[in-house]
């Protein structure tokens, strides 16, 4: 017997059940991972509230964590029981103590990364690297806007910002968010609780604005980051966390200077097994070279994955937060 977190409806944390189940085994090409840590993501409290459909109730949630290898099904060449491994794509279920999900959606980690530090960074640092390497691939010297800098996706933006020499505007909601997200690297930050962030991207940018802006907060920033982004440049939407942008008019991109915008997805840049292989390898080198420090702000038991859904919507955590089987 496991246990693991399911819903059977959608609504606030309170419909997060931990209750034990029977795992399943790995069927062909699939591997069953004990999982010995879990990130905490944004987009778990989407598919518990119905945001993001699951494709069933009731549902296992959760697509980020690492652990050991405990069965592999038929036809797995590249993965054996006892291997160390991380994922952050694949199916539901990650808030578990066994998971099973296809073997390529896994990597094998490195020795000197730990499943803390890999539950911590796989689905937040996968998502860093292809927002600052793929979709606008940043050379050097850019000035960027980053909304949500200290939290799990921001602050580890803030570093690999610092690294790329790129000087990253961090929008926070408090002085205390200001501090970590400067500590993180971030070169200046704005904080829209009381500040207006279009102005002082102007002024931080002696007016030319930002090539590129990067917004997981969504519908209430949705207007400010166009206002924000220098004519032709690319507004990447990733993320809803103060709910979705909806209902968008694009003649708004011809008015506010003949911008670009994306909704990009990780699971649509790490979509082949050697795509995932290849960001996770940068992802890694850069933990390993110290240019990545894994910040690991809140962990709470498996059985209190409803306390860190609350305290990640009420915006209280900071960094990286990992529940625990
Ligand atoms: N598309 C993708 O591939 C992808 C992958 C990973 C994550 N994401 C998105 O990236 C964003 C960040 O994810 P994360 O897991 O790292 O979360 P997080 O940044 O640790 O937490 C969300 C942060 O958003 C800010 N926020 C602004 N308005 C908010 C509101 N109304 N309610 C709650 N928070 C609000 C808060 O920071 P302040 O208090 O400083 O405002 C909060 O700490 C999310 O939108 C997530 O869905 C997208």
Redesign the pocket.
Known sequence: MAMRIQFSHHGGPDVLEYTDYNPIAPGPNEVRVQNQAIG????DT?FRSGLYPPPALPSGLGTEGAGIVEAVGAGVSHLQVGDRVAYATGPLGAYSDLHVLPADKLVKLPDATSFEQAAAVM??GL?VH?LLRQTFPLKGGETVLF????????SLACQWAKALGVKLIG????AE?AARAKEQGAWATID?SHENVAQRVLELTDGAKCPVVYD???K?TWETSLDCVAPRGLLVS??????AVTGVNLGILAQKGSLFVTR????GYADTPQRLQWMADELFAMITSGQLQVDISQRFALKDAAAAQTA????Q??GSTILLP
């Open positions: 905490l993501n944004f987009i989407y689905l937040k998502t292809y909304h949500a800098a200290a939290g799990g996706v921001g929008t926070v909601s408090s968010k829209y997981g907060v969504g209430d990733f993320g809803n966390a103060s709910g990009p997805t990780l699971a990640l919507s009420a915006r955590t900071t």
